[in-house]
């Protein structure tokens, strides 16, 4: 094991490397649009201060529903001609990015909407009492109230969306998955394998752990 | 259009009414109901659960919009203003609630300082502010707590400071003492008579506790089945006799396991607060 280690070391550390930026893509594509999203359908969701835009909810839920209906493996495959446009091929890390920041926007999208659903109602109606603005009430209180259910959010996108990466190596997406794939799954290199394992492991422990503490951190309540 | 000369009055309501379903389906909420405060008044609403006495509240800063009428608040008509024209007029109508809605992630001086943050206030002003209101409530030294350490008194009153930071015309109540202890309910009613006397603000309380309308209103407004039936002046502590309100409290008045009511009497409210709950603890 130790020998196979140290002779496939540059294919491990390329092959995190790649794993790292997908995820580094397709979190920031799902923090800021996905956010975006999850924060206008929950404001436009009865009740809210934008109830008037409802149509807008209807639809955004709508959408969000048949993209979260799709196994990853399939949208992967479905919507290639379209990652081709956007990324000039289907093959390697950066194409793999297009299908996964996809999933991940409406996956965070959803996540947000349901984490400021659980802030008390009366807190955003005293804001509304003061006058605030749509704008200030997402500044002032839901990112502010809901900061560490957001954090444990893009924990959990995280250590999804490092599986789902893994996924896309199955199409050559590159990343540990595909590394995973060609030695330990074609050569039956099971101590490949079996690195390629420990490694999604250390990753996903490090993420939860480091988002955990963050949480706990900025939640005062 | 002649204007309405309505500088000495602080709240007036024309004919407005705001109908909707309950979970149970039945239509409850208000009326066509109007309602004058002059400037400076404390003034009680009180009545049994589903007597609209919240909505007719929450109708004043339009958190509920009515179906019909006019509000006006400090001469101003809030039924025609535009969206931003609202919050403006929203940025002097305070607040406060039954359960605080305090932001628990904020400082109590942050929390104080947040209506004026949202209105664009200068930071020099606010933090001025933040410390005349922490002050008055008594809680200076708490300012860079968090609300989860403070008591349910305590947080009321950092929720009055907030409410009062702006300098409000107006400062609505709505139940405000509900989920407080007879003796802190007490402390209370100080604070808020205070704020009434040393900053002028008019106040409108909505309670279904007798005690609290009859310490702290100069007059109180009588409702049921979403109308006021009955507005009497109580500012020296009397319920007038064959008023509605007598003949509740001497049906409903007393309170406690004993099964016969027996008729109001008034105990000694300085050590022991007695409350007249008109109905069950608000849900």
Same mark, same amino acid.
Not at chain 1, 56 to 80: C, D, K, Q, T, Y
Not at chain 1, 183 to 212: E, K, N, P
Not at chain 2, 211 to 234: A, F, N, T, W
């Given at each position: 094991?130790?020998? @196979? ?7 491990? !550390?390329?092959? =995190? ?64 001609? +379209? ?51 749509? !704008?200030?009430?997402?500044?002032? %209180? ?18 999804? +969306?490092?599986?789902?990466?893994? %996924?896309?190596?199955? %199409? ?50 | ?31 066509? =109901? ?22 007719? !509240? ?18 101003? =008509?809030? @039924? ?19 359960? +605080? $809605?305090?932001?628990? $992630?904020?400082?109590?001086?942050? $929390? ?64 405000? =003492? ?5 003796? @802190? ?34 007059? %109180? ?63």
């Amino acid at each position: 094991m130790l020998e @196979t280690l140290i002779e496939l070391a540059p294919e491990i !550390l390329k092959a =995190t490397g790649e794993t790292l930026l997908m995820l580094a893509i397709c979190l920031s594509a799902a923090i800021l649009i996905g956010g975006a999203l999850g924060l206008l359908v929950f404001l436009t969701s009865r009740g809210q201060s934008l109830e008037r835009f409802r149509a807008f909810n209807l639809i955004a839920n709508g959408v969000i529903n048949v993209v979260r209906s799709f196994p990853f493996i399939i949208l992967l495959v479905a919507i290639s001609p +379209f990652t081709r446009v956007i990324a000039g091929t289907s093959i390697g890390p950066l194409a793999a990015s297009v299908p996964l920041s996809i999933a991940a926007i409406f996956y965070f999208a959803r996540l947000i909407e349901q984490t400021l659903r659980d802030l008390p109602r009366g807190v955003i109606e005293a804001a509304e009492a003061m006058g605030a603005s749509p !704008l200030q009430i997402i500044r002032h %209180v839901l990112l502010v109230e809901a900061r560490s259910g957001l954090v444990l959010a893009v924990t959990v996108l995280a250590v999804s +969306f490092l599986s789902y990466s893994a %996924v896309a190596g199955v %199409v050559g997406g590159g990343g540990i998955g595909d590394l995973a794939i060609r030695y330990g799954y074609y050569r039956f290199q099971t101590d490949v394998m079996v690195i390629t394992i420990v490694l999604l492991i250390i990753l996903v422990q490090s993420v939860q752990f480091f988002g955990q503490w963050a949480a706990r951190r900025v939640d005062k309540r | 259009m002649p204007k309405t000369p309505s500088s000495t009055l602080a709240i007036e309501l024309r004919a407005v009414s705001r109908r909707f379903a309950d979970p149970g389906g039945r239509t409850v909420g208000v009326q066509p =109901t109007s309602l004058i405060v002059p400037q400076g008044e404390i003034h009680g609403i009180i009545g049994f659960s589903g007597a609209g006495k919240s909505t007719l !509240l929450r109708l004043v800063n339009l958190l509920e919009r009515p179906d019909a009428g006019e509000v006006i608040v400090h001469g101003n =008509t809030l @039924t025609r203003l535009s969206a931003a024209g609202l919050r403006q007029a929203r940025h002097r109508i305070g607040m406060i609630f039954q359960h +605080f $809605n305090l932001l628990h $992630n904020l400082t109590v001086a942050d $929390n104080v300082a947040l209506p004026m943050r949202i209105a664009g206030a200068d930071p020099a002003r606010i933090r001025e502010r933040v410390q005349v209101c922490l002050d008055f409530v008594g809680l200076a030294e708490k300012a860079d707590v968090y609300p989860g350490r403070l008591s349910g008194g305590q947080k009321q009153r950092v929720a009055i400071a907030r409410a009062l930071a702006p300098e409000p015309h107006v400062l609505l109540a709505d139940e405000p =003492t509900s989920a407080l202890d007879p003796r @802190t309910t007490l402390d209370l009613l100080g604070v808020l008579a205070d704020a009434n006397r040393r900053f002028g603000v008019t106040i409108l309380l909505v309670s279904h506790e007798m005690e609290v309308i009859r310490r702290l209103c100069h007059r %109180v407004s009588v409702m049921e089945g979403g109308r006021i039936v009955e507005q009497l002046d109580i500012a020296d502590g009397r319920i007038p006799e064959g008023s509605q309100l007598a003949s509740w409290l001497s049906d409903f008045g007393a309170v406690g396991p004993a099964a016969s009511p027996s008729p109001a009497t008034r105990p000694d409210a300085a050590a022991t607060p007695h409350h007249f709950a008109l109905e069950a603890a608000h849900a």
